[in-house]
């Protein structure tokens, strides 16, 4: 094939997940579990770090919040540089803010200094997931995204369940500071990996660079094709003029409704995930639980959300994305009724605790699975980011909602019923959206 102008996505489309698209995807995966583990870090650190720094419980709520600000600035202004400079470097310096903040904070001794520092590693974080989200997708056949989404993305959970449990064990012995100096360290040593290691985006390549040819073609054998690549290989580009700026595209071309939709469906699941993330350990500790017994209802509620997106990549490939998630939310909106109804019994929580983390943070793996779906890829990144970003202002009001309620002695049932509204409200969204992925 020495003379035929190629196609990129042809050869993804035609090819099985290859040696190398593995690889991606395990770069990819690696980037996400330190991004669970390091937004989770505060939360598992908060009891202790509130005794220790004579900050009031009930103030909390602005320290999470100031990690999910950054988060949603990150998302936001991250995203649109993913698809104008490339997924690769958008990820790696995302990995390298929040790593190093991170590690930051393990040293800081004053509130102020908390929340600046949570602040400068939500920037991080909040850019990490929407560009790893675009380059994992764009490796992979149509068939296969809505797995390589589960797979990737099983690195939240994952880090979720690790911060957990190694928050349990080291904390009451090395004291709040040593979770954040060994979530800011890993992912630090994994830069100069991803920069040696991880690859370009090959859609991305053949939208922005007519020049690229050579660099496409080693991706090109590298994705284990069944026809030999040539060295004078040619690969057909798609290079339009953008006239208008990235975010305006999602509006554009029908897009407008969908758009807003989806918006409103991560604003308040991200909402609903956030509060469960933040405030169940303090909230648990509150209604007379253990910090050990509190820390371990995360690490079911991740458990509950590892599993989830795998099942749900199986029933969306047969029943389509708007039965599935709808139904998953109205299902994630009974879990946590229960939840605060059945708070007395430790055994109970863990259960319910594990079906909200499977229906609610296992529906917002397959949410991003969705948002990628949803928009072309000259503005993928910039869409999975808007959505990401919109969704962490939700994100943002969801532990001071918790906060204020904490602060008016609602008690455990009063914030599992209002959180479990807002299951409702989600699903409700997520019904009107029209371009959903077909069974």
Known sequence: ?????LDMSDIIEKNRLGKFQ???MFFCALVIVFDGFDVLAIAFAAPALSVALDIPRSELGYVFSAGLVGMMIGALVLGPVGDKYGRRYAVIFSVFVFALCTLITGFIETYNELVLLRFLTGLGLGGAMPNATALMTEYVSTRQRNVAIAVIFLGMPIGGITGGLLASEIIPVYGWESLFYVGGALPLLLV???LMWLPESPRFLVEHDKDNDENLRLIARKIETKEAISDDAKFAHYIEEKKHFP?????LEGRATDTLLIWMVFFFNLMVVYFLYSWIPTLLVNAGYQLAEASRTVVVLNVGGAIAPFVFSRLIHRLGSKIVLTSCFVLGAISMIAVGQLGSSLNLVMLLSFFAGFFIVGGQISLNALSSYMYPTHIRSTGVGWANGIG??????GPLLAGALVTASF??????IVFGGLCLVTASAAFFIKNHEKP
Request: hydrophobic share 55%; no cysteine.
């Open 392 to 397: 962490r202002s939700g994100s943002i009001f």
């Open 22 to 24: 593995k690889l991606v």
């Open 192 to 194: 100069p990996v991803l």
């Open 247 to 251: 975010v305006k595209a999602l509006f």
């Open 1 to 5: 094939m020495s003379n035929a102008t």
């Open 411 to 416: 008690g455990l049932n009063v914030n599992f």
